[in-house]
């Protein structure tokens, strides 16, 4: 699939047609304000994301990526459509029933700016505790256990453990942020811009953490970003969201070679590293035009 003005992101896994995904979102709509102010920021989305896969999520800033992540939580409520996640409607729970699901863990998010996500005053190990603490399943060397074992498996050593977010670099507060949601075990990850504040070696270093990640553990991820140089290494497909609507989606490698839409052109015009050649001057112009005379 890989048209842009069917709004979908849809596509089985090609080794089980067949196969429920992990996630799924049907019609989905938000609106901010109210009354004459109401404007709509999202449209229709239909959005699948099958277990194990890695979804890349680019859009300029305004398109409405965050506000797409923060629906599927809970945290910004739809005014349309449904999102169910595992075969259960969680866009229907409310009060204990979507505590309950909440403390289960299986669906995590990870913040665009690790360092204000991370409490001041709590330590890495706290922090990286803090929902297994919330679950109340385990006893204390089963936590300590399960926070060692998180930090390892984000590349840290044990020693930074009792540290405090000031104290490390961004690199490593990424981590942190990233081990804080894989210590609960969960089977999707929604990464909100995770590279964006890092430099280029650490940005490096954290895309092929992400990528080993899903491929050893199976984890799924929806990774947000405005910049498709950073998921066109990690994603098996990619959506590209422009005004609120999914614009055009497909295998990551089809929509980098054969983008459709002007939206997506003018991204990989624009990231000449990405392609064998880059779009002219005069041709992102051209571009911009046209998604000027759209909008």
Do not use: C, W
Not at 142 to 151: P, T
Not at 165 to 194: C, F, T
Not at 256 to 265: A, F, M, S
């Amino acid at each position: 699939m890989n048209g842009f003005s069917n709004g979908n992101l849809k596509m089985p896994d090609e080794h089980n047609p067949q196969a429920n995904p992990l996630l799924r979102l049907r019609g989905i709509e938000v609106s901010y304000g109210f009354g004459a102010r109401k404007k709509r920021v999202l449209h229709s989305i239909d959005f699948d994301v099958f277990a194990g896969e890695t979804i890349g999520l680019i859009g300029e800033t305004g398109s409405g990526k965050t506000t797409l992540v923060r629906s599927i939580l809970g945290a910004v409520p739809v005014s349309a459509g449904s999102i169910d996640f595992a075969q259960v409607q969680i866009s229907a729970l409310k009060g204990r029933a979507l505590r309950d699901f909440r403390r289960t863990g299986r669906l995590q998010y990870v913040f665009q700016d690790p360092l204000q996500s991370l409490d001041p005053d709590l330590s890495v190990s706290d922090s990286v505790a803090e929902g297994l603490h919330i679950q109340g399943k385990l006893n204390h060397g089963q936590i300590n256990e399960r926070v060692a074992a998180a930090l390892h498996s984000v590349g840290l050593d044990a020693a930074i453990a009792q540290r405090n977010p000031r104290a490390l670099s961004g690199g490593q507060r990424q981590r942190v942020v990233i081990a804080r949601a894989l210590v609960l075990e969960p089977a999707l990850l929604l990464l909100d811009e995770p590279v964006s504040a890092l430099d280029s070696a650490s940005r490096v270093q954290m895309l092929r953490l992400l990528k080993t990640l899903g491929r050893e553990r199976g984890i799924a991820q929806v990774f947000v970003s405005h910049d498709l140089g950073s998921v066109a290494g990690i994603a098996d497909r990619i959506a590209v969201l422009y005004q609120g609507r999914i614009v055009e989606s497909g295998p990551t490698m089809q929509v980098l070679r054969h983008p459709q839409h002007p939206y997506t052109q003018l991204l990989v015009g624009s990231a000449p590293t990405l392609t064998s050649g880059a779009a002219d001057r005069a041709r992102r112009h051209e571009l911009r035009e046209a998604l000027a005379n759209n909008a």
